[in-house]
């Protein structure tokens, strides 16, 4: 396993990271789609994950209605400084107004509610999962900045946001002394490239990790789904997502299929191998339901694309410029990257 330092801070985390959104929600839709899995085979995964060395394991209080959490803190008791633990608030947790967002008083209770799941007493990424529009960044920011003061959080992250809505966090957080977002958690895949428009170039540009979440789209790229067959219990055969365009991705599957077969490989093991070789790719969260998906996932990192294959699947799977992308390509070639 390779590691890689968390954004601009001193901590190093695996290439390759553990999902748990497949952890418990057995009976409760969707849950028992994406998962299901009950407290032995959540911990089989973990297991496999730590002896083959990864370090960050992702949840969030949201999933399976903080059952997720409650399960992996059991698995974690006795192993808890072995893991990176990254966690996400931000979904309705209850029946109450205050019971979702981003508010000082949600984040508090949020906070306390991980941790008691979770059994410990401190959480290594605490990620916020959208942004609240009705929030002032200010509000969520400074109460980010308690929890860290108070040990109850190493480094703060965020998730699932636009580009202005980064770019403006970290420069409140700068402006007033907060502790900046050292991370952003979003999807990124082959068939989902529109990370590369506005939000790669500014986590690059401030130093930010990068954790890639749905590699695969949701199982699309698992090598199960062809023009002529595909998966029918499989997660993205019952639940569509992320959406994508199917056939400009069946066009990216067969792109795949040849390059695994160049390198003996898995149609998915090579799908995230391309991830891995992006520029400003920290990490690569994987999750699975039995343990020899997890095996072939987290063998992707033996997988090293050469020159040509990446010139490859970029052909097949690389985005059409938006405005103002195409107004300034070859128009100022010593001033545009």
Request: charged share 25%; net charge negative; glycine share 10%.
């Amino acid at each position: 396993m390779q590691y890689q330092q968390l954004g601009a801070t001193g901590t190093f985390v695996s290439r390759i990271a553990l999902g748990t959104m497949t952890f418990g929600g057995s009976g409760r839709k969707p849950w028992d789609v994406i998962g299901g899995l009950d407290l032995e085979a959540a911990d089989e995964l973990v297991g496999i994950a730590l002896d083959q060395g990864v370090n960050l394991i992702d949840t969030a209080d949201m999933y399976a209605g903080g059952e997720t959490e409650e399960l992996l803190g059991k698995i974690l008791k006795g192993r808890r400084r072995d893991v990176v633990l990254a966690t996400k608030a931000y979904s309705r947790m209850g029946a109450g107004p205050n019971e979702v967002g981003l508010s000082r008083v949600h984040l508090r209770h949020a906070i306390e509610d991980s941790l008691r799941r979770l059994g410990t007493d401190h959480i290594d990424l605490y990620q916020i999962h959208a942004h609240d529009h009705l929030t002032p960044i200010e509000e969520t920011l400074s109460a980010l900045d308690d929890a860290v003061h108070q040990g109850k959080i190493s480094y703060i992250g965020t998730s699932n946001t636009f580009a202005w809505q980064l770019a403006k966090a970290l420069g409140v957080a700068d402006l007033r002394g907060y502790p900046r977002f050292v991370s952003l958690q979003a999807y990124y895949s082959l068939v989902g490239r529109d990370l590369e428009r506005e939000l790669l170039p500014l986590v690059n540009e401030e130093k930010l990790g990068l954790l890639v979440y749905s590699p695969l789209a949701g199982g699309f790229l698992s090598g199960k789904f062809t023009r002529d067959s595909h998966d029918a219990s499989g997660r993205r055969a019952q639940a569509d997502n992320p959406p994508i365009d199917r056939e400009r991705g069946y066009d990216i599957v067969d792109a795949l299929r040849k390059v695994a077969a160049k390198h003996e490989s898995t149609v998915a093991r090579v799908a995230l191998a391309w991830v891995l070789a992006q520029r400003g790719v920290t990490s690569v969260i994987v999750g699975a339901k039995r343990p020899d998906q997890l095996r072939d996932n987290l063998a992707a990192g033996e997988v090293q694309l050469d020159a040509q294959d990446l010139a490859e699947l970029d052909a097949v799977s690389a985005l059409q410029p938006e405005y103002p992308a195409w107004t300034l390509n070859g128009a100022y070639p010593s001033r545009t990257p």
